[in-house]
């Protein structure tokens, strides 16, 4: 595991706390994102209001936030008619809006008074890593294939490499501290991933995430562990775990490939989360419709005395 990632994990006592939903967060603080770029969308038009929601996240008690670079593609930007270099800066930008709350919520934690505290926000300064999300191809298209992981014949892994290619290795460079591929569909793009990294000789560490809808599989149907070990097979990736899942599924997957996982909830997910340890997970967060609130919860859970797991790494 590298470094980083270890660093958070001791500092914590064996489990970090990931965000929950950035863009449905944005959107219930009134953003329109009814885009094709989704959440990607507030990188122009309210850099403020994704700065303000991570901060909540971190006040909330998360430990790692993903930038809002989630449908944030080249592809997307030059549709919209930017330039190649306004839509890499955009990229960069994600990245830096989140190290922008990371520094903001540093300085909170040292001028924190007496009623932040009764405020019932962690104002604790510790390690915060921020990640740069990858969003899938399906994601781009904005057509609900990431849910379905069919792209059809013609899009190969050579094709979801030279798609990825650039926006990784912008990310890379961003100052981000690793890469979160997020709601991975199927096989084929986590290989493409996988195989990304090492080509382009990518030096942040990376975390893949995959969706499932029946608590097996991955959406398209492709195994869940099958695509677990191709994440396990690169040395550049160091978690590997689930999410926008029903959180019914998550300790069944987990169990599954018996390593650590960044678990994704709904609504009452923060019953779930002491399971979920037990089976071995030592990354905890959120995705679609969670919110700052279900992160304290998760954090409010996992600080109590804590139950004792044998926490496993990659
Ligand atoms: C469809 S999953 C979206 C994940 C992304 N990190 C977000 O919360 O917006
Ligand atoms: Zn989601």
Same mark, same amino acid.
């Given at each position: 595991?590298?470094?980083?990632?270890?660093?958070?994990?001791?500092? #914590? @006592? @064996?489990?970090?706390?990931?965000?929950?939903g950035l863009a449905?967060?944005?959107?219930?603080?009134? $953003?329109?994102?009814?885009?094709p770029?989704?959440?990607?969308?507030?990188?122009?038009?309210? +850099?403020?209001?994704?700065?303000?929601? &991570?901060?909540d996240?971190?006040?909330?008690?998360?430990?790692?936030?993903?930038?809002?670079?989630?449908?944030a593609?080249?592809q997307?930007?030059r *549709?919209?008619?930017?330039?190649?270099?306004?839509?890499?800066?955009?990229?960069?930008?994600?990245?830096?809006?989140?190290?922008?709350?990371?520094? %903001?919520?540093?300085?909170?934690?040292?001028?924190?008074?007496?009623?932040?505290?009764?405020?019932?926000?962690? %104002?604790?300064?510790? +390690?915060?890593l921020?990640? =740069?999300?990858?969003?899938?191809?399906g =994601?781009?298209?904005a057509?609900?294939?990431?849910?379905?992981?069919?792209y059809?014949?013609?899009?190969?892994?050579?094709?979801?490499?030279?798609f &990825?290619?650039r926006?990784?290795?912008?990310?890379?460079? #961003? !100052?981000?501290?690793?890469i979160?591929?997020?709601?991975?569909?199927?096989?084929?793009? *986590?290989?493409?991933?996988?195989?990304?990294?090492?080509?382009?000789?990518?030096?942040?560490?990376a975390?893949?995430?995959?969706?499932?809808?029946?608590?097996?599989?991955?959406?398209?149907?492709?195994?869940?562990?099958?695509?677990?070990?191709? *994440?396990? $097979?690169?040395?550049k990736v160091?978690?590997v !775990?689930?999410?926008?899942?029903?959180?019914?599924?998550?300790?069944?997957?987990?169990?599954?490939?018996k390593?650590?996982?960044?678990?994704?909830?709904?609504?009452?997910?923060?019953?779930y989360?002491? &399971?979920?340890?037990?089976a @071995?997970?030592?990354?905890?967060? @959120?995705?679609?419709r969670?919110?700052?609130?279900?992160?304290?919860?998760?954090?409010?859970? %996992? /600080?109590?005395? /804590?139950?004792?797991?044998?926490?496993?790494?990659?």
């Amino acid at each position: 595991m590298s470094s980083i990632m270890s660093k958070v994990l001791e500092n #914590s @006592g @064996g489990f970090a706390i990931v965000d929950g939903g950035l863009a449905t967060e944005l959107e219930r603080h009134g $953003a329109d994102l009814n885009d094709p770029l989704w959440s990607a969308k507030c990188l122009v038009t309210s +850099p403020h209001l994704v700065r303000q929601v &991570h901060l909540d996240y971190l006040e909330a008690g998360a430990d790692i936030i993903i930038s809002a670079s989630y449908q944030a593609t080249i592809q997307g930007f030059r *549709a919209k008619g930017l330039s190649q270099e306004e839509s890499e800066a955009l990229l960069r930008k994600s990245v830096e809006i989140a190290c922008e709350a990371r520094e %903001l919520y540093y300085e909170n934690c040292g001028k924190a008074s007496v009623e932040a505290r009764h405020d019932s926000k962690i %104002l604790k300064s510790r +390690p915060i890593l921020v990640a =740069a999300s990858v969003g899938s191809y399906g =994601a781009y298209l904005a057509d609900g294939s990431e849910y379905s992981g069919n792209y059809g014949n013609t899009v190969t892994l050579d094709f979801l490499k030279d798609f &990825h290619r650039r926006r990784v290795q912008v990310l890379a460079e #961003s !100052g981000a501290d690793l890469i979160a591929f997020e709601t991975i569909p199927n096989k084929v793009e *986590a290989q493409a991933y996988a195989e990304l990294l090492e080509e382009e000789n990518i030096n942040i560490p990376a975390w893949f995430t995959f969706s499932s809808k029946d608590g097996e599989n991955v959406v398209s149907g492709d195994s869940f562990p099958e695509c677990a070990s191709i *994440a396990e $097979a690169s040395k550049k990736v160091v978690a590997v !775990g689930i999410n926008c899942t029903p959180p019914r599924f998550i300790q069944g997957l987990i169990l599954s490939i018996k390593k650590q996982n960044t678990g994704v909830l709904d609504e009452d997910f923060v019953s779930y989360v002491k &399971h979920w340890q037990k089976a @071995g997970a030592s990354l905890f967060g @959120g995705c679609c419709r969670t919110t700052p609130k279900t992160i304290s919860g998760i954090y409010r859970t %996992l /600080s109590e005395k /804590s139950v004792s797991s044998t926490l496993t790494s990659n």
